[in-house]
């Protein structure tokens, strides 16, 4: 079975600064997807960035990019120029690709972006 | 538009009670899913189907059920309402067996008193 593990429960960043997010994975697979979701006050689960397991090149989306180090098993989330917007919990997932569609989840990370 | 509606939104219960959770889809997906999401654990797998008739156990399947009936349906059954079963539950689609886009409910906060 895989684990994901979060290690920072709480972190907090200065609007317009750069904060990086931790995510760790266990998993003796090699066909598999890495995500993050973010989850704002609204409760609504939101996909933030993916990343493809065989792609050796670092997925980015606008302000948000990861860190992929494979043999670490190591997938980390970088926000630049930090907005208010970003303040929310972030989950780090991990799909088997094959092993169905279903994710396991990191226990999350709450991010406090500051004025 | 296609969606994902959980209902209800907010839910409170007895200890012992039998409740149902409903997620309906229109995006026409063959892959449902239920979670629940609990402080420092994230979301865990609780059921999940691939079709029609179809429906499988989880991390953390004891104490509900599922039936799939149609496409587009997923209701979640706890037979026994516990107070360990209090958190907020998603449920979520993806198309097909090699679609990695998973698509979320918006949740349904259950209290079991």
């Known amino acids: 079975a895989q684990t994901v593990t979060q290690s920072q429960p709480e972190m907090s960043v200065q609007e317009a600064e750069t904060v990086t997010l931790s995510c760790t994975y266990d998993t003796s697979e090699n066909n598999y997807y890495l995500f993050w979701y973010k989850q704002p006050p609204s409760r609504q689960m939101i996909l933030v960035i993916r990343q493809e397991a065989y792609k050796q090149q670092n997925a980015t989306e606008n302000r948000f990019s990861v860190n992929f180090q494979k043999a670490a098993k190591s997938f980390s989330l970088k926000i630049s120029d930090s907005q208010l917007g970003d303040t929310a919990m972030y989950f780090c997932?991990?799909?088997?690709?094959?092993?169905?569609?279903?994710?396991?989840f990191g226990g999350g990370t709450r991010l406090m972006v500051k004025p | 538009d296609a969606e994902i509606t959980q209902s209800p939104r907010h839910k409170i219960t007895e200890t012992g009670r039998q409740v149902t959770l409903a997620c309906h889809q229109t995006w026409n997906h063959n892959n449902m899913f239920w979670y629940r999401q609990d402080l420092g654990h994230g979301l865990r797998l609780i059921h999940y189907s691939y079709g029609v008739q179809d429906t499988n156990k989880g991390e953390v399947s004891d104490g509900y059920s599922v039936s799939r009936s149609n496409t587009e349906d997923l209701p979640l059954t706890l037979e026994s309402a516990a107070s360990s079963q209090t958190s907020v539950y998603f449920c979520?689609?993806?198309?097909?067996?090699?679609?990695?886009?998973?698509?979320f409910g918006q949740g349904t906060r259950l209290t079991v008193v």
């Open positions: 979520a689609s993806s198309e097909s067996p090699g679609s990695t886009e998973a698509f």
């Open positions: 997932a991990f799909m088997d690709n094959n092993a169905g569609n279903m994710l396991t």
